[in-house]
């Protein structure tokens, strides 16, 4: 479901694929997560109007205080919970009718979102971003995260870089995890 991020085509079977309704896009701050949520938009607005004649409707949010507004110090959890239960229902309900996902962006310090104990009750998909070290980035696909599975699952991984902030897709693998 990686390739969903980049201009590049679909073969045909993995296209009508739907991804899971829900999903979170994380990584370290510069790691190109904006110009992915925008590519992503792209692709899912020329596969709809291929395959449904439907439409897309993309959100962003800038980050505000949410400790003062909760009067809480826990505040930007309780938004968080709030926010995500509410884009839960709307897309559970959106869904009744035709097919409607819903890409969300966090960023993260460190090996993985730091409120993830949070998205594992309203995400079904976490792609995490990581730096290789090299200059390039890493986009993995965490599905059914918190689920307690142990099938062998397949899953893929890109390998990009920013260029004059142009996504550059450098390959994809496929990995297989127990």
């Known amino acids: 479901m990686v390739e969903r991020f980049f201009s590049v085509s679909v073969p045909q079977n993995q296209s009508q694929l739907q991804p899971q309704p829900v999903m979170l896009l994380s990584g370290p701050p510069s790691c190109g997560k904006t110009s992915l949520l925008f590519q992503f938009a792209f692709n899912a607005a020329l596969e709809d109007t291929h395959f449904s004649n439907g439409n897309v409707v993309f959100i962003c949010n800038r980050r505000r205080s949410c400790q003062e507004r909760y009067g809480n110090?826990?505040?930007?959890?309780?938004?968080?919970?709030?926010?995500?239960?509410?884009?839960?229902?709307?897309?559970?309900?959106?869904?009744?009718?035709?097919?409607?996902?819903?890409?969300?962006?966090?960023?993260?310090?460190?090996?993985?979102?730091?409120?993830?104990?949070?998205?594992?009750?309203?995400?079904?998909?976490?792609?995490?971003?990581?730096?290789?070290?090299?200059?390039s980035f890493i986009l993995k696909s965490n599905n059914n995260i918190g689920n307690g599975s142990s099938e062998r699952t397949n899953s893929k991984t890109a390998k990009y870089s920013i260029a004059l902030q142009y996504l550059f897709l450098e390959g994809i693998t496929e990995d297989c995890e127990m």
Do not use: Q
Not at 73 to 102: D, F, Q, S, V, Y
Not at 103 to 125: A, C, E, N, Q
């Open 73 to 135: 110090p826990r505040g930007r959890e309780l938004a968080m919970i709030r926010t995500l239960a509410l884009c839960h229902n709307a897309i559970t309900h959106a869904n009744e009718t035709r097919p409607c996902k819903l890409l969300l962006s966090d960023t993260h310090h460190g090996d993985s979102p730091r409120l993830l104990f949070i998205y594992k009750r309203w995400v079904s998909t976490v792609f995490t971003i990581k730096g290789d070290g090299s200059g």
